[in-house]
């Protein structure tokens, strides 16, 4: 089985990966995430795993803004520091759990159950919206996304709402254009700044010069190479690539 481990202690991922390969052997550990944004990244490019590992409270958010972005099929074991009672609530929904510091019986068990589920192909059920009003919420630092741009416009600040924001752009220099068909230039180094203000679940990183907005979406072209071409919608009449790597990741966005 190959597993992922989304955990952003450096020291706590090595001891899981240690503990792991003692009491699975079997199982291999194909990545260490320790951010949301390293995890939206690598469930773009790759397929999804036979398990994951995953810590709640992650650096720049927590963990089930990842699930409820791919909804993933595979089994979860959270690894979790959260009161017993809240450790319940896991049970009670199908997902499993280990409480930190992580018991080496209970890796094993665990897995165990996993691969059970795995190899008979079994549905693996999980509201992820359900735990986390179980477990009272996001925590308070989940991240806020940016709700304005203000661009240079004729020598003056113009307010531009994301929600109206169809895509952002890279030539040279970094562009937005509005679903209006409006182009303004914005005040940022990279597109990966970009990337981290706004909402994944509407915003996808579509190659290194574009990310686009699910609802600029007219139409998807696969190519024999098994790239996509999108077509934007009027008035923007643009065509964006998604390579062959991204195109997977891309599906599972946009069917979402």
């Known amino acids: 089985m190959n597993a992922l481990i989304i955990e952003d202690e450096t020291l706590i991922a090595r001891e899981l990966q240690h503990k792991i390969a003692q009491v699975a052997p079997d199982v291999k550990v194909v990545a260490v995430l320790p951010s949301v944004k390293t995890c939206n990244k690598w469930f773009l490019e790759n397929a999804e795993p036979d398990l994951v590992f995953a810590d709640i409270q992650l650096s720049d958010g927590i963990s089930f803004e990842v699930f409820e972005r791919y909804e993933l099929k595979c089994p979860v074991i959270f690894t979790t520091a959260y009161d017993e009672y809240a450790i319940k609530a896991f049970k009670v929904n199908g997902v499993d759990y280990l409480l930190k510091p992580i018991d080496t019986d209970e890796l094993k068990s665990a897995i165990d159950k996993c691969r059970t589920i795995v190899e008979s192909k079994a549905q693996y059920p999980k509201d992820i919206q359900q735990l986390l009003k179980m477990i009272g ?120």
């Open 137 to 256: 919420g996001a925590p308070a630092n989940a991240p806020a996304y940016k709700e304005k741009f203000v661009v240079n416009h004729r020598h003056q600040w113009l307010p531009v709402s994301t929600k109206d924001i169809a895509l952002f752009y890279r030539d040279n220099l970094n562009y937005l254009y509005t679903f209006a068909g409006e182009k303004y230039m914005l005040d940022f180094t990279t597109l990966d700044e970009i990337e981290e203000l706004i909402d994944p679940n509407l915003y996808c990183r579509a190659n290194r010069q574009s990310i686009v907005h699910i609802d600029a979406i007219q139409s998807i072209k696969p190519l024999e190479n098994q790239k996509l071409v999108l077509t934007l919608k009027t008035p923007l009449k643009m065509e964006v690539d998604i390579s062959r790597e991204k195109a997977p990741g891309f599906k599972r966005w946009f069917e979402r």
